[in-house]
Structure formats: C-alpha cells, structure tokens
C-alpha cells in the first residue's frame, strides 16, 4: 500500500510539472491576445493582464505580479532632462543611480543606432537606449534587469522603464517586458 501511495505522489508531481510546463510556454500566446492598454506620459504600452499596477503616480508607475512569488518589479518613470546630455550618458547616470554594474559576459547594450527601425526613431520624433543582463546590485544582490530610456526630442521628456528581478526570475517576465516597451505607440506627440 505504501508503494501505491509513493508512486501515486511521484505520477502526480510529473502531472503537475507538464501543466506548469505548458502553462508557461501557452503565456507569450495569452499575452499577446489579452494585453491590456497602459498609456503614460503620451506612449501606450500593451502590458500583461496579471502585472498587477501597484503605484500610480503622475510621473511614477509600477507593476508587480500578484499571481506569483516571483521576485519581480517593473517601474516607469517619466522626468524632463533639460540638461541637453547625450542619451547615453544620460542612461548610464539612472544605471550608477541604481547601484548597478553588469556583468560584460552577460549583458547586451542596445545603443541609439539599434532603433533605427523603430518608426518614432527614424522620424526624429524619440531616441531610444537600452540595456539588459544580470548585474550586481549595490555590491551585495545579484539581479536580472532590463533598462529602456526614451526620450522625446521636442519636449526633452524621458521615460526611464525597467524590469528587475531574482536573476532566476529575469527569463520569465523579461521577454513580456520587452515586448511592451519595445512595442508602444506614440499617442501625443508633445509629450511622453
């Protein structure tokens, strides 16, 4: 009797294991049918229905899953930066900022140049810069992170967007989180 219990346990676990399996893999399929709209400072994103939105501030806005224990934040933040910096160094301030050095084995800097393609980019309306990979945050936590900063020519408003998590966590949420800030459309051209 006790085998039969033992076998049934370990039939179960595998059950549950091919469910888990196929849920995750069926997740970038539901994303992209039931994406909700989020629209900040002027660009709409197409998010995730189970981020759940934990702040809402005016210039502030984060997401979080409530769904799940996973260690995982994603934050949008709008600022004016009329300081006429290069993009870039602009970026790399936010990222000193954080705390954060990346590891150079494991990261991928995405520069201005990269978003040619992007068509806010190519009519001279947005600059875009980018980074992702695990990192050391503050000397102590290792992370996953992924980094987009915006910013509208005109109006010198930014949008700095980033995803952080366990660097476990990073390969679940990552490819969501880059879908919607890689793909958003741009609804006021006076502001972002």
């Known amino acids: 009797m006790g085998e039969l219990f033992e076998w049934l346990i370990i039939i179960?676990?595998?059950?549950?294991?091919?469910?888990?399996?196929?849920?995750?893999?069926?997740?970038?399929?539901?994303?992209?049918?039931?994406?909700?709209?989020?629209?900040?400072h002027g660009l709409r994103f197409m998010v995730p229905r189970w981020w759940t939105k934990t702040l809402d501030e005016k210039n502030l806005v984060s997401f979080e899953r409530k769904d799940t224990r996973y260690d995982w934040i994603a934050k949008f933040t709008s600022f004016i930066d009329e300081s006429q910096t290069p993009l870039e160094k602009l970026f790399k301030e936010k990222i000193k900022e954080l705390g954060l050095?990346?590891?150079?084995?494991?990261?991928v800097i995405y520069n201005p140049t990269d978003f040619k393609k992007n068509k806010y980019?190519?009519?001279?309306?947005?600059?875009?810069?980018?980074?992702?990979?695990?990192?050391?945050?503050?000397?102590?936590e290792r992370v996953y992170f992924d980094g987009v900063l915006i910013r509208n020519i005109n109006s010198k408003e930014c949008l700095f967007c980033s995803s952080r998590s366990g660097v476990l966590n990073g390969g679940i949420e990552g490819?969501?989180?880059?879908?919607?800030?890689?793909?958003?459309?741009?609804?006021?051209?006076?502001?972002?």
């Open 12 to 40: 179960g676990l595998l059950f549950l294991g091919a469910y888990t399996m196929y849920a995750i893999k069926n997740e970038k399929n539901d994303y992209l049918k039931t994406a909700v709209t989020f629209e900040f």
């Open 101 to 107: 050095i990346f590891d150079q084995d494991s990261s």
């Open 121 to 140: 980019v190519g009519e001279g309306k947005l600059e875009i810069v980018r980074i992702e990979g695990t990192a050391t945050e503050n000397e102590i």
């Open 175 to 192: 490819p969501f989180f880059e879908e919607a800030v890689i793909n958003f459309e741009m609804i006021s051209p006076e502001i972002i």
